[in-house]
């Protein structure tokens, strides 16, 4: 499977971005899909996920209400809807997959490049 992030940018605090990951491949329906984002000088932390089946989505208590994951298995693609933007959102952002649904995410299988997300204040 080959990821490919899209989206990223400059954005003013409060504002809004939609990163999307479009995957290769005919068996992305069943992957697990996860967005995590690293910022300069920090580990890579966990963002959001998706189930297979994406009836499950699970968030880090620092984006709950304000992004949304979801996934679109017609076109091969994940999707981070991101609202009310802060400074402290600023990252790298990077999505992942694997077949395994149940290990964490820091551990999936197939990553992107990343797509970099800038929030000014």
């Known amino acids: 499977v080959q990821l490919v992030e899209s989206g990223g940018g400059l954005v003013q605090a409060g504002g809004s971005l939609r990163l999307s990951c479009a995957a290769s491949?005919?068996?992305?329906?069943?992957?697990?899909m996860a967005w995590l984002r690293q910022a300069p000088g920090k580990e890579r932390e966990f963002v959001a996920r998706?189930?297979?089946?994406?009836?499950?989505?699970f968030y880090a208590d620092s984006v709950k209400g304000r992004f949304t994951i979801s996934r679109d298995d017609a076109k091969n693609t994940v999707y981070l809807q991101m609202n009310s933007l802060k400074p402290e959102d600023t990252a790298v952002y990077y999505c992942?997959?694997?077949?395994?649904?149940?290990?964490?995410?820091?551990?999936?299988?197939?990553w992107g490049q990343g797509t970099q997300v800038t929030v000014s204040s």
């Open positions: 998706t189930s297979v089946s994406g009836g499950s989505t």
């Open positions: 992942a997959a694997d077949p395994r649904g149940y290990i964490a995410p820091s551990a999936y299988m197939y």
């Open positions: 491949g005919r068996t992305f329906g069943r992957y697990a």
